[in-house]
């Protein structure tokens, strides 16, 4: 049989509920700092990621201004040592160009 000292009263039961309450609190908190410190996290990496994805860019873009600056320099230099050549290729894309676009 169970003695006095066994039986739980309603106002155990109250404190034990505060205490549940308290730290249900107390978790909720942590958890809330913890999820704003995982979101500054990964903040940062998408930051950073971001940086590294426009310097990639742009090392790109710097490459690609060098290839077409290379490129126009060939094309000139072509047209100068071949002035005839480069004039009948100008006129035969022409003609083309004329051809694709005048028929309806």
Request: proline letters at 1%.
């Amino acid at each position: 049989m169970a003695s006095n000292s066994d039986k739980v009263t309603v106002d155990d039961l109250s404190k034990q509920i505060e205490t549940l309450k308290s730290d249900i609190g107390a978790i909720t908190t942590i958890l809330s700092d913890l999820g704003m410190q995982k979101g500054s996290e990964a903040q940062q990496r998408v930051r950073d990621a971001a940086l590294h994805a426009r310097e990639r860019g742009e090392a790109h873009l710097h490459d690609m201004q060098a290839r077409a600056e290379d490129l126009g320099s060939q094309a000139a230099n072509a047209v100068r040592q071949q002035p005839a050549t480069a004039v009948g290729l100008a006129v035969g894309f022409g003609f083309l160009v004329g051809l694709l676009t005048s028929r309806k």
